[in-house]
């Protein structure tokens, strides 16, 4: 099995003023699924706590706090756009998984990512 982050933009707005990079506060809404469609983390879990959105520096984040998959899936994203990304084991949760969440040893996972704003800007 091919270890390769696939990228695929959902929609793209019809304008883009600037471009996501590393060192930017994203703030993005997100749904991570495996590969049969099951849910195991994303905004639809998070709601239940009165949380919508989440926010990070992108290519600056903890160890651990997101997959890595997400600092090089994210970069050129524009205010409004959505992308999925097809995350390879390596870059995911790897040997390990996530068995709080249900993610098996391995898995490939997908998520999909509406970027919301660039360092607290939404009108880029």
């Known amino acids: 099995e091919a270890q390769v982050l696939g990228v695929r933009r959902i929609s793209v707005p019809p304008e883009c003023r600037r471009n996501a990079d590393n060192g930017d506060l994203l703030e993005i809404r997100y749904a991570g699924r495996l590969a049969d469609g099951t849910v195991f983390d994303g905004m639809q879990l998070a709601d239940r706590f009165g949380d919508d959105t989440i926010q990070f520096v992108l290519g600056k984040q903890p160890a651990g706090q997101f997959p890595p998959s997400w600092d090089l899936g994210l970069v050129g994203m524009c205010v409004g756009e959505r992308r999925e990304l097809d ?11 996530l068995p709080k969440r249900g993610v098996p040893p391995n898995a490939r996972i997908l998520y999909e ?6 360092d607290a800007n939404s009108t880029l």
């Open 113 to 118: 990512i509406e970027l919301l704003a660039i």
């Open 87 to 97: 995350v390879p084991p390596v870059l995911g949760f790897g040997p390990q998984g």
